[in-house]
């Protein structure tokens, strides 16, 4: 018994190795992948790991690994080769120091061991006093903390594919790396009654398959507000075609906008155009939400901005077109005229049902 115990153990032994073995060669093929996945799409997403440094410095790169023997490959834009002893490129144990750098030796330098891929990181130029890679700009609907800040960039220097992030460091926000139609929301933490003493601090970073750089971006709230959308309807049109037309329309500030609405005014502007030439015709007024537009007009939109500190103008809203119109298309005047049809018609009706009443009456005295 005792012997087909050991026999038993041995025999789990040997599955349990086989096991664990199975279970590193795993995880290596998932941290192997994982970096496939990074070099796919390095320029996509910013790397998880990347030193950079200026031109001609020297940057030493420490493979995070309990292994003694290692060997180092460096992935650029083009090829993978392996690292051997230089004048630009010196090996110690774990470390390896970069001498000089320039564009050719960036890029992605993986460390490796008999098991296979130990670590991996991406050296990039910082280009940062070089160039004025990229610029930001952003606006903000509302002066509330509840809505997030919006901003985009563009590229100057960098060219071909470019991984981008930013974040609010004013309030030590986390980065934003992953846009919404190009655009970054970055939360923040203003209050929108209380006067700002401190300006925002947008850091922005940018890296392509060889370079890096960083920019800030620093101002107060207040000076990129930029409402959104009003909504306009139209409350009643009077001497409807007519060269005297009256449109009275209502203007409501945009769901975003802090209330109360007092506290926080708009001035709004609305355009309109002119029936019998097209020509766009221009109105601004303040705080009041209703006003009157007079003259032929087709359609009109409307726009606003903050009347307190003369903000950017909100976008457009959708054109209106100007018309009495019911969902069936007629208009006031045609549902009149075809309430007086109807009324005409049934009248007859009646009457001659009464004339046909009066002869069957004749007919039966006779």
């Given amino acids: 018994m005792r012997g087909r115990d050991n026999h038993t153990s041995d025999i789990s032994a040997l599955n349990f190795d086989a096991t664990a073995a199975k279970m590193v060669w795993l995880i290596r093929f998932i941290l192997l992948f994982c970096l496939c996945i990074m070099r796919m799409s390095a320029l996509n997403l910013f790397p998880a790991k990347f030193e950079i440094a200026e031109r001609q410095a020297s940057v030493t790169l420490t493979c995070r690994t309990d292994k003694d023997k290692i060997t180092w490959k460096r992935e650029d834009a083009n090829t993978i080769e392996n690292i051997l002893q230089s004048e630009f490129e010196i090996l110690s144990g774990r470390d390896l120091t970069v001498i000089g750098l320039q564009e050719d030796l960036t890029g992605n330098y993986t460390c490796w061991s008999d098991s296979g891929l130990e670590d991996y990181t991406y050296l990039l130029l910082d280009k940062s006093k070089e160039a004025t890679a990229f610029q930001i700009n ?14 985009a960039w563009t590229p100057n220097d960098l060219t071909g594919e470019i991984a981008f992030r930013l974040r609010n460091a004013r309030d ?34 940018a890296a392509s398959k060889c370079c890096y750089v960083k920019t800030e971006y620093s101002f107060f709230l207040r000076d990129i507000i930029k409402p959104a959308n009003p909504n306009i309807s139209i409350c009643s049109i009077k001497n409807e075609g007519s060269d005297d037309q009256i449109v009275e329309v209502k203007v409501e500030p945009p769901s975003t906008w802090p209330q109360p609405h007092s506290f926080f005014p708009l001035k709004h502007q609305i355009e309109y155009e002119i029936r019998h030439d097209g020509k766009l015709m221009t109105k601004e007024w303040e705080d009041k939400s209703k006003n009157e537009v007079t003259g032929s007009i087709t359609k009109l939109r409307v726009r606003c901005r903050d009347l307190l500190l003369l903000s950017q103008w909100s976008e457009w809203s959708e054109w209106k077109n100007v018309t009495n119109r019911e969902k069936g298309g007629r208009s006031k005047g045609q549902r009149k005229k075809q309430r007086n049809k109807k009324k005409n018609k049934k009248n007859k009706k009646t009457k001659q049902k009464n004339k046909n009443k009066n002869k069957h009456l004749n007919l039966s005295y006779v």
């Fill in 172 to 205: 030590n926000g986390d980065w934003v790396s992953q846009p919404v139609d190009g655009v970054f929301y970055l939360p923040h933490s203003t209050d929108s009654y209380s006067e700002e003493s401190e300006r925002l601090l947008i850091t922005g970073e």
């Fill in 138 to 151: 952003c606006t903000a609907e509302t002066f509330s903390c509840t809505e997030k800040i919006k901003c």
